[in-house]
Nanobody
Framework: QVQLVESGGDLVQPGGSLRLSCKAH????????IGWFRQAPGKEREGVSC????????YYADSVKGRFTISRDNAKNTVYLQMNSLKSEDTAVYYC?????????????????WGQGTGVTVSS
């Protein structure tokens, strides 16, 4: 059974850091691109970052560039999202997903396997 499980969400103060994890079950994550998405209350789900499997290319939304870093540990079948210098506008439920292909896609509808999400709240 293909499953993605996110963890690491928490309440953090502005300027703080968190590391989110996305662990794959039922498939070998190293062969697939993994994207991180987020959805804030009342807003549409948006792409945050993605890492391909073919060449390890990484992509970031402009809003998180320089603050977030995506990485993968194939031995642990896990992708991470390191989030630094967090802002209140980063508050959202964060999801990881895969398009079931080696390369990242800018089209959210191509991501057909999703985790259940992990909540991040940035507040003082």
């Amino acid at each position: 059974q293909v499953q993605l499980v996110e963890s690491g969400g928490d309440l953090v103060q502005p300027g703080g850091s968190l590391r989110l994890s996305c662990k794959a079950h039922g498939f070998t994550l190293e062969y697939y691109a993994i994207g991180w998405f987020r959805q804030a209350p009342g807003k549409e789900r948006e792409g945050v970052s993605c890492i391909s499997s073919s060449d390890g290319s990484t992509y970031y939304a402009d809003s998180v560039k320089g603050r977030f870093t995506i990485s993968r540990d194939n031995a642990k079948n896990t992708v991470y999202l390191q989030m630094n210098s967090l802002k209140s506008e980063d508050t959202a439920v964060y999801y990881c997903a895969t398009p079931g292909a080696p390369g990242c896609s800018v089209n959210i509808v191509e991501y057909n396997y999703w985790g259940q999400g992990t909540g991040v709240t940035v507040s003082s």
